[in-house]
């Protein structure tokens, strides 16, 4: 279902290509601006089963995405000023932001000295569990279980269930299925428990896996003085807020932002919600994160930035450079906003 999904999706961003059809949407949809959404950026890997592979895009087609705003003509600015042309109604011109969650070492290694060959600023959000060394990727983990297994038993539902993980095609599906019901669980409790079950099984060190793609607190702190980079919080566990009770979502949104200025000793405002979708994001956590004191806060949700959003800072939309569609040609689409109206249905702003 997943990979047909992408294979419409890439169907929808060539025929806008090809058609010429974003031309025609942008003045309708390009909004005042947009919020990349990015989380790694590390040369391409050549293994075959990359299930994760959404999440990461290469140092050259950064540098194509860049290249490309500074042809438009468009301003690559911070959140900071983004919020501020958003309340004071500066839309002379049109902004891009750039943001990477989760706080990996190649936003370092990687994606800093590109950001810097063009003085693009970017805000990185840290879920300060990662930064610690403790916290649970677990989508990363699920994929090197998947990799390692030719076979995974595991109990879904209450039934015992196996799933043939030998060849690619397999893996992915095997991947897919568990990733979908992991989601899908009621509690953050229950997820990291079958996780873990699973890495316990088949011979994976889950607790390793933050330590070795993340920043630590000592290397987050020279990082976080470089004037191109500021920090976000993303909670403290990386966890699915609706499923969430109210008091706990909020610690998980307050704790992580103090523990942040408390290491880095300055000020958090900016917030982006884990997965950020509409099942885990809504505007329960939209009134958490007004509550906390953040001065904006990012979905997953797709859209361009238009002049209502100011009405609603704390559920803005985000475009995905997304690692499946690293082609130059979607760039004029993607910055049209024609892609992501078709997605919302040619709704302009969509955060309820």
């Given at each position: 279902?997943?990979q047909?999904?992408?294979?419409?999706i890439?169907?929808?961003?060539?025929?806008?290509?090809f058609?010429g059809?974003?031309?025609l949407?942008?003045?309708?949809?390009a909004?005042v601006?947009?919020?990349?959404?990015?989380?790694?950026v590390?040369?391409?890997r050549d293994?075959?089963?990359?299930p994760?592979?959404?999440?990461e895009?290469?140092?050259?087609?950064?540098?194509?995405?860049?290249?490309?705003?500074?042809?438009?003509?468009?301003?690559?600015?911070?959140?900071?000023?983004?919020h501020?042309r958003?309340?004071?109604?500066?839309?002379?011109?049109?902004?891009?932001c750039?943001?990477?969650?989760?706080?990996y070492?190649d936003?370092?290694?990687?994606?800093?000295?590109?950001?810097?060959?063009?003085?693009?600023p970017?805000?990185?959000f840290v879920?300060?569990?990662?930064?610690?060394?403790f916290?649970?990727?677990?989508?990363?983990?699920?994929?090197?279980?998947?990799?390692?297994?030719?076979?995974?038993?595991?109990?879904i539902?209450?039934?015992?269930?196996?799933?043939?993980?030998?060849?690619?095609?397999?893996?992915?599906?095997?991947?897919?299925?568990?990733?979908d019901?992991?989601?899908?669980?009621?509690?953050?409790?229950?997820?990291?428990?079958?996780?873990?079950?699973?890495?316990?099984?088949?011979?994976v060190?889950e607790?390793?896996i933050?330590?070795?793609?993340?920043?630590?607190?000592?290397?987050?702190?020279?990082?976080a003085?470089?004037?191109?980079?500021?920090?976000?919080?993303?909670t403290?566990?990386?966890?699915?807020?609706?499923?969430?009770?109210?008091?706990?979502?909020?610690?998980?949104?307050?704790?992580?932002?103090?523990?942040?200025?408390?290491?880095?000793?300055?000020?958090?405002?900016?917030?982006?919600?884990?997965?950020g979708?509409?099942?885990?994001a809504g505007?329960?956590?939209?009134?958490?994160?007004h509550?906390?004191g953040?001065?904006?806060?990012?979905?997953?949700?797709?859209?361009?930035?238009?002049?209502?959003?100011?009405?609603?800072?704390?559920?803005?939309?985000?475009?995905?450079l997304?690692?499946?569609?690293?082609?130059?040609?979607?760039?004029p689409?993607?910055?049209?906003g024609?892609?992501?109206?078709?997605?919302n249905?040619?709704?302009?702003?969509?955060?309820?």
């Amino acid at each position: 279902m997943k990979q047909f999904r992408h294979t419409i999706i890439r169907a929808g961003l060539e025929t806008l290509y090809f058609t010429g059809a974003h031309h025609l949407l942008r003045p309708i949809f390009a909004g005042v601006g947009a919020i990349f959404m990015l989380h790694q950026v590390r040369p391409r890997r050549d293994a075959q089963f990359q299930p994760n592979q959404h999440l990461e895009i290469t140092p050259e087609f950064l540098r194509a995405v860049l290249l490309h705003l500074r042809g438009q003509n468009i301003d690559i600015v911070t959140l900071d000023e983004m919020h501020q042309r958003m309340i004071e109604r500066n839309f002379a011109r049109r902004f891009v932001c750039f943001t990477l969650d989760d706080g990996y070492r190649d936003n370092r290694d990687v994606a800093l000295p590109v950001l810097r060959e063009f003085a693009a600023p970017s805000t990185v959000f840290v879920a300060s569990d990662f930064a610690d060394g403790f916290g649970r990727m677990w989508w990363v983990a699920l994929e090197r279980v998947v990799a390692k297994a030719s076979r995974i038993e595991t109990e879904i539902d209450g039934s015992a269930v196996r799933l043939d993980s030998g060849t690619t095609a397999e893996k992915q599906a095997a991947f897919d299925r568990l990733h979908d019901w992991l989601r899908g669980l009621p509690r953050e409790a229950d997820l990291q428990r079958e996780v873990s079950t699973l890495c316990r099984r088949y011979g994976v060190d889950e607790t390793a896996i933050s330590r070795e793609l993340c920043l630590s607190w000592d290397e987050l702190k020279p990082f976080a003085a470089d004037p191109l980079i500021s920090i976000g919080a993303h909670t403290i566990t990386h966890c699915n807020l609706a499923h969430q009770t109210e008091q706990d979502a909020h610690h998980e949104m307050a704790t992580s932002r103090a523990r942040i200025e408390d290491v880095l000793q300055r000020p958090v405002v900016h917030f982006a919600y884990p997965y950020g979708d509409r099942i885990a994001a809504g505007p329960r956590e939209f009134a958490l994160a007004h509550a906390v004191g953040f001065k904006t806060a990012v979905t997953t949700r797709p859209g361009m930035m238009f002049a209502k959003n100011a009405q609603h800072l704390t559920a803005l939309p985000r475009v995905s450079l997304n690692g499946n569609y690293q082609d130059v040609r979607f760039l004029p689409v993607l910055t049209s906003g024609a892609a992501t109206a078709m997605w919302n249905g040619f709704r302009r702003v969509n955060a309820a």
